[in-house]
Nanobody, 122 residues
Framework: QVQLVESGGGLVQAGGSLRLSCAAS????????MGWFRQAPGKEREFVAS????????YYGESAKGRFTISRDNAKKIVYLQMNSLKPEDTAVYYC???????????????WGQGTQVTVSS
């Protein structure tokens, strides 16, 4: 079992940057692929990025390509999401999640954090 806690959200102006962190507990963290999703009010939860258990493979949703970078440190049991060139439409609650099956389908992710709010002002 994996417990996940996100941090690093906040208020930032358009064009700015934030780095989100997801701290994991549990002995099997390095066995899981990890993903970031986001959900804005009244919208479906959207895939942002994923990373394989080793960190050698990453995958991004269209909204994140070229601006966001996912990475992980298995020794520290942390997954990061570096977000640059932020836009007001990036405003959402951001969630990290773990999966045995890397990809963009949220139904494949079995453990979720509580989320961290990101607000981008124009």
């Amino acid at each position: 079992q994996v417990q996940l806690v996100e941090s690093g959200g906040g208020l930032v102006q358009a064009g700015g940057s934030l780095r989100l962190s997801c701290a994991a507990s549990g002995r099997t963290f390095s066995s899981y692929a990890m993903g970031w999703f986001r959900q804005a009010p009244g919208k479906e939860r959207e895939f942002v990025a994923s990373i394989s258990w080793s960190g050698s493979s990453t995958y991004y949703g269209e909204s994140a390509k070229g601006r966001f970078t996912i990475s992980r440190d298995n020794a520290k049991k942390i997954v990061y999401l570096q977000m640059n060139s932020l836009k007001p439409e990036d405003t959402a609650v951001y969630y990290c999640a773990s999966t045995r099956h890397e990809g963009s389908n949220k139904y494949f992710y079995d453990y979720w954090g509580q989320g961290t709010q990101v607000t981008v002002s124009s």
